[in-house]
């Protein structure tokens, strides 16, 4: 199974950018959204952004991550 989740982005060079998820930092490509900021969430994929997501919906969707792991124990 894949999933896509929800990163900050906190700087970019060209197509490539810092994100952080869940407190870790990442690498991700840029490549097939445009327009993305330092400061917006993305959705990552296999270390690409796919989709720029508000900030309410960037939380929610942690929000949810965090209630279904928290339900594994």
Same mark, same amino acid.
Not at 7 to 15: M, N, Y
Not at 21 to 48: C, K, M, N, P, T
């Given at each position: 199974?894949?999933?896509? /989740?929800? @990163? ?9 950018? !810092?994100? *952080? =998820?869940?407190? /870790?930092?990442?690498?991700? !490509?840029?490549?097939?959204? %445009?327009? *993305?900021? /330092? ?7 296999a270390?690409? @952004? *796919?989709?720029?997501?508000? %900030? %309410?919906?960037?939380?929610?969707t =942690?929000?949810?991550?965090? %209630?279904?792991?928290g339900?594994?124990?």
């Amino acid at each position: 199974m894949c999933l896509a /989740v929800p @990163a900050k982005v906190l700087k970019i060079d060209g197509q490539d950018a !810092r994100v *952080i =998820l869940q407190g /870790v930092e990442l690498d991700a !490509r840029l490549d097939f959204v %445009e327009g *993305i900021s /330092v400061g917006d969430w993305i959705l990552l994929h296999a270390g690409y @952004a *796919i989709q720029v997501l508000t %900030e %309410e919906d960037a939380q929610e969707t =942690l929000d949810l991550w965090e %209630e279904f792991i928290g339900g594994e124990e």
